[in-house]
């Protein structure tokens, strides 16, 4: 009679011929770090990374000299007041109309200062795009060879721009905050340096509109508490920037906190910014109307590429005419 060995280890007759169940193993899903459901799942690299080819044109220019003395050449002032003029003389016309009717001013924006964007002027700056998942960055590229920086306040599960960017524009520095941690670290530490905090007015534990990790594929925003940390002592004091090339900023609402110190607290030679008055009601709208006033009162900055995206949303691309190092590096 056919011996069987029981559970416990001991020998015992069987009647029977001893059987074997199969047994099956269930795949454990790829996650990355999250808590509380499956998140953003990585793919293996298929295909080489390949070079714009603006890279190597980009590579070869002359390096720049000392920015903030090197000469100018008179045509890159008289290019540049050309098209302030024409960019005044059909925005400032638009935007009065509006003095003191922030909610109309915001919700009637795009139709109205998009007009503007089809200035023949606006040919000479070399406005590029760049695009990612769900909307297009702007920039000018530099006319000289130095390192770069691009700050991403925002990165919202989305670097492909970025990326482009980096096949396109050699010698770019990226440096990039999120509140939530994954996959927003694993994406942009792959060529950048990543911060996990949202960037606001003051220090603290602040209630911002996130995207979790868990919502990738649904895209749906929750309101969470995040460290926030102050957007000027981001930039001065752990950054240490004394200019920053190429900002790129959509924070779902906290860019109100802090427009009114982009007019002369740091120097910012570009940056494209989503506004959220959405998301921001009670404010938002007052906050965008006395930005954009300063902006055109300063002359500091011209702005293009207005975009709607929602009720209550869109998107804007801003050019330093006035920085003598934005002037020689993006111009000249």
Known sequence: MPTT?????????????ATTTPT?????????????????QFEKETTPVVLDP????????????????????????????NVKKEFLNCINPIVNNYKGKPKEMFLDWVPKAEQCDQLKAFESLGVVPFENLHETKWAVLPKCKEENTLLTLGIGHDTI???????TVPNTKFYGADPIIEPNRQMYSAFGKFFPFAIGKQPGFTKF????NQNQKTRAYVFQDVTTIPFLYFVNDILKFKRIDF??????????????QL????????????????FRPQDGAEVFHDFIFKVLEDQKYIFMKSLHTEK???????INTVDRECLAKFFS
């Open 209 to 212: 509109r996130v995207l979790p």
């Open 247 to 260: 900002a790129w900023i959509d924070i779902e609402g906290g860019e109100f906190e802090f427009l009114d």
């Open 54 to 81: 603006r890279f190597e044109q980009l590579n070869n220019l002359a390096p720049c000299e000392n920015l903030a003395t090197v000469e100018i050449k008179q045509e890159v002032f008289d290019m540049i007041a």
């Open 24 to 40: 099956t193993t269930t795949a454990k899903p790829r996650v990355w770090d999250t808590m509380d459901g499956e998140g953003y």
């Open 312 to 318: 209550g949303v869109h998107r804007m691309f801003f």
């Open 161 to 167: 721009a970025e990326e482009k960017f980096n096949r």
């Open 263 to 278: 007019h002369k607290d740091v120097t910012i030679c570009q940056f494209n910014v989503e506004m959220h008055m959405k």
């Open 5 to 17: 060995v029981s559970p416990t280890g001991n020998s015992e007759n069987a009647t029977t011929p």
